[in-house]
C-alpha cells in the first residue's frame, strides 16, 4: 500500500478522502441529531436529476449536480418546516421527480456519457484536480459556517420551538442546514457515489453519538471515524482490486454493526 502512495491518482484520493471527511464529520452529525437522514437521501437521490441536465447542458456534471441539489434542499427547506408530519411524502416526491428528470435528460443527450455511471458509485481513484478544490471549498465553507453559527445549530438542533421562542431565525437556519447537507452530498459523490453518500454521512456520526456528550465532540470524532473508513476501505480496495465506494462503505457498516453489537450487550448485562 505504501508504494501505491506514489501515484498521483493514490495521492488525489488520499487527499479526497480526507476532505470529504472534516465536510460528512460537520454536516453528517447535524444531519444526524435533527434526524434529517431520510432527507438527506432524498436530496441525494434528487441531485441525479443535476446530472442528467449537465449531460445534456454539455457542463461539469459536479456543477450540475451542485445548482439542482441546492435548488432541491431549498424547496425542501420550505415544504418541512411547518409541515414535518408529511415530511416523508414531501421527501419521496423530491427524490422521484429529480430521478425521473435525470433519467430524460439522459435519454434526450446524444450519446450515453458512462462516466455518469462513476457518479452513481464513485470513483475516488479518478478524482481531478478540480474535484480536489471543490471538495476544499466546501470543506472550508462547511467549518466556517458551523463555527460561526454553532449556537445557533445547536439550538435547532435540540429544541427548535424555543430556539424560535428566544427571536432566533429557526426558519433560515434550518434551511441553512439544507443547503450544507446538499454541499456535503456533492462533495462526496466522487468518493462514494449518491447511492452511498447516505451512508458515509449517517454511519460515523451514529458511532460517535455513542461516545460524545457534546454536539462539537460528535464532529471531531466523526470526521476522524470517516477518514479512518475512507483510508482503510481505499486500501482494501487496492489490495483486493475491489470499487473503492463500496469498499469505504462496508468498513463503514461492518464498525457500525460491530458498535451496535456492543452496546446491545453492555445494556444487557447492566440490566441482569
Known amino acids: 500500500m505504501i508504494e501505491a502512495l506514489s501515484f498521483q491518482f493514490m495521492q488525489n484520493a488520499l487527499f479526497a478522502g480526507l476532505l470529504v471527511s472534516i465536510t460528512c464529520g460537520i454536516v453528517g452529525s447535524l444531519v444526524v441529531v435533527n434526524r434529517m437522514v431520510f432527507i438527506a437521501g432524498g436530496i441525494a437521490h434528487g441531485a441525479y436529476g443535476g446530472l442528467g441536465l449537465a449531460l445534456f447542458l454539455g457542463i461539469s456534471p459536479l456543477f450540475g449536480a451542485l445548482g439542482f441539489s441546492i435548488a432541491l434542499s431549498i424547496v425542501i427547506a420550505f415544504l ?16 422521484a421527480f429529480g430521478m425521473a428528470v435525470g433519467i430524460i435528460f439522459t435519454d434526450i443527450s446524444k450519446g450515453y456519457n458512462t462516466d455518469l455511471t462513476s457518479f452513481l458509485f464513485g470513483a475516488i481513484l479518478s478524482v481531478s484536480k478540480g474535484d480536489l478544490q471543490l471538495m476544499g471549498a466546501v470543506s472550508v465553507l462547511t467549518a466556517a459556517v458551523a463555527a460561526v453559527f454553532y449556537k445557533e445549530f445547536l439550538a435547532i438542533s435540540f429544541d427548535m420551538e424555543f430556539a424560535k421562542l428566544q427571536g432566533l431565525n429557526t426558519k433560515l437556519f434550518y434551511t441553512f442546514l439544507m443547503i450544507m447537507t446538499a454541499l456535503c452530498i456533492v462533495a462526496c459523490i466522487r468518493a462514494v457515489g449518491l ?31 470517516s477518514a479512518l473508513f475512507m483510508l482503510t476501505g481505499l486500501a482494501l480496495s487496492y489490495m483486493f482490486d475491489l470499487t473503492s465506494g463500496a469498499s469505504i462503505i462496508l468498513v463503514a457498516s461492518f464498525a457500525f454493526f460491530l458498535t451496535k453489537i456492543k452496546f446491545h450487550f453492555c445494556r444487557s448485562k447492566s440490566r441482569s
Not at 85 to 95: H, K, L, P, S
Not at 197 to 214: G, H, N, Q, Y
Open 80 to 95: 418541512t418546516y411547518t409541515n414535518k408530519e408529511r415530511t416523508d411524502a414531501v421527501i419521496g416526491a423530491v427524490w
Open 195 to 225: 447511492i452511498l453518500v447516505v451512508a458515509l454521512l449517517s454511519i460515523p456520526p451514529f458511532i460517535a453519538e455513542k461516545f460524545c456528550v457534546r454536539l462539537s465532540q460528535m464532529m471531531l470524532l466523526s470526521a476522524v471515524l
